[in-house]
């Protein structure tokens, strides 16, 4: 905007305020009326949906479900949507930072004196564009579960060499299993494809020692397991490197 | 005992008399509501003449909005009076909460869930209020990104805005971790793994968040101390700010409203 168009606004701003009603009591009364509804409907999901408490937190043990509030959902999906492990930092803080900044500096770049939505095509169908992506990541964020189950075949050489190597990844399958790693993980037809890599063939591609050290030492989102019993982290590596 | 006739009073000299009634008082004393509403006029006065706060609220609430502002307009102070909400029952779930990470946070979360009086229904106006604030924030931003209200000369209102936007995300992040069951736990983890991915300040951001390298005690107190001291003082100050300028602004007209020709408007004020 220009000189002339700020003070053609101003103008005409001041105009339609003195045509206007005063704050007091029209629009306090509107905003009461929507204060009391709020209220209500806080008041009627607390009553309806309640307050639950899940289990104490316990850095040792398996069973846990790694998922925020539901409006994180769309940031942590993101995460699945964006694969390679390169571009992992764009997704995680790339993609909202620089969401971010556009937001930030949207009065400096959208200078233009137009107002009205249907006459600012690129930003009325951006909104829209954005709200539309967020809603469906949001929704596949809720429907994306957090299965506690492998079933995947067991490798014929576990199956050949039998009982204890067999009773070993039996147990290892398990461990897994609960201990979350299908949030980000894939084996076989279980689990959530991403944030992390597919581990249906990691035997493959990542020697013993190395699935033990991404397990002490991970590289971030996923959280270390270092604090797992060291019965149930053998177990863990065991499952996973034979998983040819 | 026979009612003796009431005996008309002496005439008292003219100095003695009580002053007829000023003109707008009734008849010289009032009953009981006058009184109370001469003293509630009384303490206003006495508070103004200290204070002169009597033009700043006469300025707040007689300020004239303009013509066409509907119900959108409300979806900001209703993003308020959700964050009042949230204040209020949060005072009530500190008055029991412990950040302590060996068992003492889970044990008072459990506490008040189970044990207080309504305390599972303040503790479900907490946790379920802060999901309608976020969505109120975002419909609010929707509103002011729609109708064009970020633009001259109102963009310092909008900055503001995001940054308010992006506390109140903070503010529930750091509020999951707090009840410390598994859930809570496990998320927090993984979110402030995310956060340590980040360009540049990631790493340190994870760390700072932590307190430390490892997740534990100083991360919960870091949590508490966050969402309890610092980022309520800091969203009451900018929504402070936020509204000042509303005020001195003014909001929007709607886009689509014109001002009424003069000579239309000399016949709407007939009608
Ligand atoms: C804690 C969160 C917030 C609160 C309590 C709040 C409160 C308010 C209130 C009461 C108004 C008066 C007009 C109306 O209700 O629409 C307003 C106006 C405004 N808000 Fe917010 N707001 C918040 C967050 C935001 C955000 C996230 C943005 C955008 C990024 C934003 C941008 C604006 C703008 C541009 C106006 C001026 C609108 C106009 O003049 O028509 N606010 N805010």
């Given at each position: 905007m220009n000189q002339q168009q700020k003070e053609q606004y101003l103008r005409e701003y001041?105009?339609?305020?003195?045509?206007?009603?005063?704050?007091?009591?029209?629009?306090v009364a509107k905003d009461s009326i929507m204060a009391c509804i709020v209220m209500a409907v806080i008041i009627a999901m607390s009553l309806v949906l309640g307050a639950e408490l899940g289990s104490k937190a316990n850095p040792t043990t398996t069973?846990?479900?790694?998922?925020?509030?539901?409006?994180?959902?769309f940031l942590f999906e993101v995460l699945r949507v964006i694969k390679p492990p390169s571009l992992v930092p764009l997704a995680t803080i790339g993609v909202p930072t620089i969401g971010m900044i556009l937001l930030f500096l949207l009065p400096f770049y959208d200078r233009k004196p137009e107002r009205r939505p249907e006459r600012r095509p690129i930003?009325?169908?951006?909104?829209?564009?954005?709200?539309?992506?967020?809603?469906?990541?949001?929704?596949?964020?809720?429907?994306?579960g957090s299965p506690t189950a492998i079933e995947t075949p067991t490798p014929t050489a576990v199956v050949q060499a039998g009982g204890a190597t067999r009773g070993e990844f039996e147990a290892g399958k398990q461990v897994v299993a609960q201990s979350g790693c299908l949030a980000c993980h894939k084996i076989g037809e279980n689990g959530n494809a991403g944030p992390g890599p597919n581990l249906?063939?990691?035997?493959?591609?990542?020697?013993r020692?190395?699935?033990?050290?991404?397990?002490?030492?991970?590289?971030?989102?996923m959280p270390s397991f270092k604090n797992l019993p060291p019965k149930k982290f053998q177990s863990i590596v065991n499952f996973l490197s034979q998983l040819k | 005992m026979p009612r003796l006739p009431k005996l008309?009073?002496?005439?008292?000299?003219?100095?003695?008399?009580?002053?007829?009634p000023r003109p707008g008082q009734a008849n010289g004393k009032g009953g009981p509501i006058e009184e109370a509403m001469e003293a509630g006029i009384?303490?206003?006065?006495?508070i103004d003449e200290r204070t002169s706060l009597s033009g700043a609220g006469r300025w707040l609430l007689f300020r004239k909005v303009p013509k066409g502002t509907n119900w959108f307009y409300t979806l900001g102070s209703a993003t308020m009076f959700a964050f009042l909400s949230q204040a209020v029952t949060g005072v009530f779930l500190a008055m029991y909460y412990r950040p302590d990470a060996s068992g003492g946070a889970y044990e008072s979360i459990r506490y008040v869930t189970n044990e207080v009086f309504l305390g599972q229904f303040v503790r479900g106006m907490h946790k379920w209020g802060s999901s309608v604030m976020v969505i109120l924030v975002f419909l609010h931003m929707g509103r002011t990104f729609f109708f064009g209200a970020y633009k001259y000369p109102r963009e310092l209102n909008w900055v503001i805005g995001v940054v308010l936007l992006i506390l109140t995300m903070v503010m529930s992040f750091t509020g999951y971790l707090l009840p410390f069951d598994q859930r809570a736990y496990w998320a927090t983890v993984v979110g402030v793994n995310i956060n340590g991915t980040g360009p540049l300040l990631g790493p340190y951001l994870s760390d700072f968040l932590r307190g430390g390298s490892e997740f534990g005690a100083t991360t919960l107190s870091r949590?508490?101390?966050?969402?309890?001291?610092?980022l309520p003082g800091a969203i009451a100050a900018l929504i402070g700010a936020h509204l000042y300028l509303v005020a001195k602004l003014g909001t929007t007209a709607p886009p689509w409203q014109k001002p009424v020709p003069r000579s239309e408007e000399l016949h709407e004020a007939e009608v």
């Open positions: 001041s105009v339609l305020k003195a045509q206007g009603k005063p704050f007091f009591p029209y629009a069973t846990y479900v790694p998922r925020p509030e539901w409006y994180f959902f930003a009325t169908i951006t909104g829209i564009a954005v709200i539309a992506a967020m809603a469906y990541l949001t929704y596949q964020g809720a429907n994306a249906s063939h990691i035997a493959s591609r990542l020697p020692q190395g699935i033990a050290r991404t397990l002490v030492n991970p590289t971030a989102p | 008309p009073a002496p005439p008292l000299p003219p100095p003695l008399r009580e002053p007829p009384t303490v206003v006065d006495w949590f508490y101390a966050i969402h309890m001291l610092l």
